[in-house]
């Protein structure tokens, strides 16, 4: 753990609170009951005072270890901090003007077609190509030169990684609907197998009822 002012503070995920235990079905009825008479107490009061209630004023809390029974309010503003890391709100690939890495495609993630990724996929493999070789050239005449080149080569491969990840939607789209057909397919195959068990039982009571007769 670093004291230093600003750092981020990251370790391994925490045993449960203590108060876990507080959460006992006595517990839990009592609060019910606890909320339920102040539901009863709000109602009389408006009813008595309805120019006097105070919507701004917060709502008693349970008495003693019932308070932990009250869930906690919704974090305000966009992002939120948890394990060290920063994370928002909405659940949203980040761009990477966002994360300060020059984009080498020109269209925003959110306007870019499937057809123009393809397209961007390639110019970035023959670029990441073409560095490469300039990279072999660069190491055979003076080594020392290698590192633009190589922070060159990392950035095609952040743009190439973010384009990627622009797919995961689609991807899990595609993966759900396999499952589904897979899911189907065994349901309509288990039918099928009903469907001649109950063939052949129904021909062998008839054979059994015609042997009776």
């Given at each position: 753990?670093?004291?230093?002012?600003?750092?981020?503070?990251?370790?391994?995920?925490?045993?449960?609170?203590?108060?876990?235990?507080?959460?006992?079905?006595?517990?839990?009825?009592?609060?019910?009951?606890?909320?339920?008479?102040?539901?009863?107490?709000?109602?009389?009061?408006?009813?008595?005072?309805?120019?006097?209630?105070?919507?701004?004023?917060?709502?008693?809390?349970?008495?003693?270890?019932?308070?932990?029974?009250?869930?906690?309010?919704?974090?305000?503003?966009?992002?939120?901090?948890?394990?060290?890391?920063?994370?928002?709100?909405?659940?949203?690939?980040?761009s990477l003007k966002s994360a300060n890495w020059e984009q080498l495609y020109k269209d925003d993630?959110?306007?870019?077609?499937?057809?123009?990724?393809?397209?961007?996929?390639?110019?970035?493999?023959?670029?990441?190509?073409?560095?490469?070789?300039?990279?072999?050239?660069?190491?055979?005449?003076?080594?020392?030169?290698?590192?633009?080149?190589?922070?060159?080569?990392?950035?095609?491969?952040?743009?190439?990684?973010h384009l990627l990840n622009t797919y995961r939607p689609h991807q899990s789209r595609e993966s759900?609907?396999?499952?589904?057909?897979?899911?189907?397919?065994?349901?309509?195959?288990?039918?099928?197998?009903?469907?001649?068990?109950?063939?052949?039982?129904?021909?062998?009571?008839?054979?059994?009822?015609?042997?009776?007769?």
């Amino acid at each position: 753990m670093s004291g230093v002012d600003g750092d981020l503070i990251s370790s391994l995920y925490p045993p449960p609170p203590v108060y876990y235990k507080y959460f006992t079905p006595e517990n839990i009825e009592k609060f019910q009951e606890w909320k339920t008479k102040q539901d009863e107490e709000t109602l009389t009061t408006q009813d008595q005072q309805p120019e006097e209630a105070d919507t701004t004023k917060e709502p008693p809390l349970p008495p003693g270890e019932l308070k932990l029974q009250v869930p906690p309010k919704a974090p305000e503003g966009t992002h939120y901090r948890g394990y060290g890391n920063v994370w928002a709100f909405e659940d949203k690939l980040p761009s990477l003007k966002s994360a300060n890495w020059e984009q080498l495609y020109k269209d925003d993630d959110e306007s870019i077609t499937s057809e123009t990724k393809i397209q961007e996929l390639h110019k970035l493999m023959d670029s990441l190509l073409l560095n490469f070789l300039e990279l072999i050239g660069i190491a055979s005449i003076d080594p020392k030169q290698f590192e633009p080149k190589m922070k060159d080569i990392s950035l095609i491969l952040i743009n190439i990684n973010h384009l990627l990840n622009t797919y995961r939607p689609h991807q899990s789209r595609e993966s759900m609907i396999m499952l589904l057909r897979k899911q189907i397919d065994a349901k309509k195959e288990e039918i099928a197998k009903i469907d001649l068990v109950s063939v052949d039982v129904k021909a062998k009571i008839l054979k059994l009822t015609e042997m009776i007769d």
